[in-house]
């Protein structure tokens, strides 16, 4: 039997597993982004409803993670988000629960690149003292990988300047030398290379670790302490799917189009967000504790504290 033949036969069987018994329906979040891509396919192929699960993913805008403030308010039960995001909510007292990983930052395929103009004498980090940088959010994850880089490169990132600009109106702010500097994630990354127009200062994320977790799918911890069965199968759900995308990304690029409007043409030479079955302490840490270092939160924490049983690995 061939490999999609198998996984025909699997999936077929899991909507038959789907439609004997009842479902339990589930509300989840995401921005716009291919990082959600392992949820997309999870929804499309039945494998949600392979583990008695009926989710509804709702998109929530624009890029990165989505916001917090229907998870916490009770209309999603989960959420996709940036775990700057996450950290930043935990330490404004609302408890949440990463339940799923989401994307997995690798320094060998580098999801965001910091890029000047081609004519640019910036070089390295020391460069960029006195500069403009641009983010989409000033205490975004780019914000923080960029001051990170900037230290780590012999610069000073307290003398820089941050604006903020939508993804898509940084590379016009930088070819009018309105800023000096941009920090991006496909698919503007992708296109900033595709232009031809700059250059690659380097990758701002690895100033934070060589990996780590970009963004995870977290729910309240109320609603996980009450629900520790459905957030177990809803990670279960998401550690199928995420195997299948990690392998086969050309056989999902059309779907992923369909659900963010990205031409699938750019998602196909994107670097593809790889999401792993399971999540350690070592994979948050990092981001919590350059958040409280560059200001982000006003306190560091255990990242043992909001890592679930269900994403945990097995003892």
């Known amino acids: 039997m061939t490999s999609a033949a198998a996984t025909a036969l699997a999936l077929s069987a899991g909507r038959r597993i789907g439609s004997a018994q009842t479902l339990t329906p589930m509300q989840a979040s995401t921005g716009v982004t291919i990082g959600a891509r392992s949820a997309v396919y999870a929804v499309q192929s039945g494998i949600f409803k392979k583990f008695g699960l009926d989710v509804e993913l709702n998109k929530a805008g624009a890029g990165g993670g989505s916001p917090l403030s229907a998870l916490i308010g009770g209309s999603?039960?989960?959420?996709?988000?940036?775990?700057?995001?996450?950290?930043?909510?935990?330490?404004?007292g609302i408890p949440l629960e990463i339940i799923a990983p989401g994307a997995m930052y690798y320094s060998e395929k580098p999801y965001a690149l910091l890029f000047v103009r081609k004519d640019s004498t910036i070089k390295t980090g020391r460069d960029l003292d006195g500069k403009i940088t641009a983010s989409q959010s000033l205490k975004?994850?780019?914000?923080?990988?960029?001051?990170?880089?900037?230290?780590?490169?012999?610069?000073?990132?307290?003398s820089t300047h941050g604006v903020e600009l939508p993804n898509s109106a940084q590379m016009p702010a930088l070819d009018e030398g309105r800023i000096d500097a941009m920090s991006l994630v496909p698919p503007f990354q992708t296109a900033a290379v595709q232009s031809g127009k700059y250059r690659v200062l380097g990758k701002p994320y690895d100033a934070?670790?060589?990996?780590?977790?970009?963004?995870?799918w977290a729910s309240t911890a109320d609603w996980a302490g009450k629900n520790p069965d459905v957030a177990k199968r809803f990670a279960a759900a998401m550690r199928?799917?995420?195997?299948?995308?990690?392998?086969?990304?050309?056989?999902?690029?059309?779907?992923?189009?369909?659900?963010?409007?990205?031409?699938?043409?750019?998602i196909a030479i994107s670097p593809g967000p790889q999401d792993p079955p399971y999540i350690t302490?070592?994979?948050?840490?990092p981001v919590i504790d350059a958040a409280f270092k560059y200001g982000f939160v006003p306190k560091a924490f255990n990242a043992d504290d909001v890592i679930g049983p269900s994403v945990r690995p097995p003892a």
């Open 76 to 92: 999603f039960q989960v959420d996709y988000v940036n775990t700057v995001s996450l950290v930043q909510a935990v330490t404004q």
């Open 281 to 285: 302490s070592a994979d948050i840490q």
């Open 140 to 158: 975004d994850i780019n914000a923080l990988t960029t001051a990170a880089w900037i230290d780590a490169n012999g610069g000073d990132s307290k």
């Open 208 to 216: 934070i670790a060589k990996k780590f977790q970009i963004a995870v």
């Open 240 to 266: 199928e799917s995420s195997a299948f995308c990690n392998a086969n990304p050309a056989k999902i690029q059309d779907l992923v189009a369909q659900f963010t409007g990205i031409d699938p043409a750019i």
